[in-house]
């Protein structure tokens, strides 16, 4: 590649990324990565009726992830150059076609001067035997194809997907709320609120990261994962008192031993919400069908999410704190924002039984924003450009890589992790 172009490349990735905008958030406003979490003893408590200052909100709940993906006009030289090259790749078939046809007009030609100079005869009744059998045999083939059966169709099985429950075996309940913990072996604990105050949270800390949740008012179980894997927790339901003031309805400390630790980020939680009739999770047996590697599973995913889904520019420049993607709403209309790419992606990854992490934190050089790392038990190419290229936990990028034109340049800022820090993990 021209000097000239991979200097028009850099250029035009460095715009895609510097443009980007954040959505109210700066990195003051968010709490160091998870770190490791040691064993504690298990403790409950019940309510406090001492008030809490917590975080201001615009709306409800803390910022959505979110970036503006950069016109694709800075490569426009790009296309010009691909169409010459393509251009003049065809030219070249047509004078390799062209040659190649010219020696067998010469030599029938030759054959038959040679015939009528030496005064014998053409005879051209074999001729016309051998091109009837020819067109006979032409025929017939033609005949073969037409008729023969069509391919069977591909057969499309919905899984039985991973479902989460409340079944309160472990709980802690308030006169407006509970905490549920019966699941957390599994990696996933639920909660709900349905007193009389207009807003409810739930915060969840492990070791040096906290994590906070809005909470629907009317009771609905909401489930989140213990995105720290094994250790000590510390969970409590707040109830709004007035502006930023809340008062403790429910809390509980224990300590998590999941028994698969990977299988967290297999279940729907209440940002990668999905069952087995979900849309989201038909598309992703449509796309895998009759694949069986976990390779070409993730790829037909990605490639699917990335060509048919596209940014949506309209609710990035108005999303509101507190939104919360949901894939089925996405799949409908087909765009969405880098929050929506990494949710569809693990929610059709999990449906296919790949765990799939979805990510929010930066992405260099100072983005605020969500993307997927999928876990496989091998490497391999997802698309022509993007390589996993371990075993393990492999970051994908579906916003930035539906967003670029030049899929190589974007696929090697994808591949390096040095471009992305994670903060929480949903």
């Known amino acids: 590649m021209p000097e000239k172009h991979r200097i028009k490349i850099a250029a035009a990735l460095a715009a895609l990324l510097v443009i980007s905008a954040v959505s109210g958030c700066t990195s003051g406003d968010i709490p160091s990565a998870p770190a490791a979490v040691t064993s504690g003893q298990s403790t409950t408590s019940q309510t406090d009726s001492s008030a809490e200052e917590l975080p201001p909100e615009t709306d409800s709940g803390e910022s959505a992830p979110e970036e503006t993906v950069a016109s694709t006009d800075a490569s426009s030289d790009f296309s010009a150059d691909i169409s010459a090259d393509s251009t003049s790749e065809t030219a070249e078939t047509a004078e390799t076609a062209e040659t190649s046809e010219t020696p067998e007009t010469s030599e029938t030609t030759g054959e038959t001067e040679s015939a009528v100079s030496s005064g014998q005869s053409a005879e051209p009744q074999p001729a016309v035997t051998q091109t009837t059998a020819a067109t006979t045999s032409a025929t017939t083939a033609t005949t073969?194809?037409?008729?023969?059966?069509?391919?069977?169709?591909?057969?499309?099985?919905?899984?039985?997907?991973?479902?989460?429950?409340s079944p309160k075996t472990d709980a802690v309940t308030a006169d407006s709320g509970w905490i549920d913990l019966s699941n957390k072996s599994l990696g996933y604990i639920s909660a709900a609120y349905s007193g009389s105050s207009k807003r409810a949270k739930l915060r969840i800390k492990c070791g040096d990261a906290t994590y906070d949740y809005d909470l629907k008012t009317d009771g609905t179980a909401q489930y989140f994962p213990l995105s720290c894997g094994s250790g000590s927790y510390s969970v409590i339901l707040y109830e709004q008192l007035e502006g930023t003031k809340y008062a403790r309805a429910a809390e509980t400390d224990f300590t998590a031993a999941v028994a698969d630790e990977v299988g967290i980020f297999l279940y729907p939680n209440d940002y990668v919400m999905f069952g087995k009739k979900s849309a989201c999770v038909k598309k992703a047996a449509e796309v895998c069908a009759e694949k069986t590697d976990v390779i070409e599973k993730i790829a037909a995913v990605f490639e699917w999410v990335t060509d048919n889904i596209s940014y949506d520019y309209d609710l990035a420049a108005t999303v509101q704190s507190g939104y919360v993607p949901d894939p089925d709403t996405v799949l409908s209309r087909r765009k969405g924002i880098c929050f929506d790419y990494a949710s569809l992606v693990s929610a059709m990854l999990r449906s296919q039984d790949i765990p799939s992490r979805l990510v929010v934190g930066y992405a260099s050089p100072d983005i605020y924003h969500a993307w997927n790392e999928v876990y496989t038990p091998e490497t391999g190419w997802i698309t022509a450009e993007l390589l996993l290229a371990s075993k393990g936990y492999n970051i994908v990028d579906a916003t930035f890589y539906a967003g670029s034109s030049d899929k190589s340049a974007i696929s090697a800022y994808i591949s390096n992790g040095g471009n992305y820090s994670a903060i929480y993990y949903y």
């Open 144 to 165: 073969a194809t037409t008729t023969a059966p069509p391919a069977p169709p591909v057969e499309v099985v919905i899984p039985d997907v991973r479902t989460v429950s």
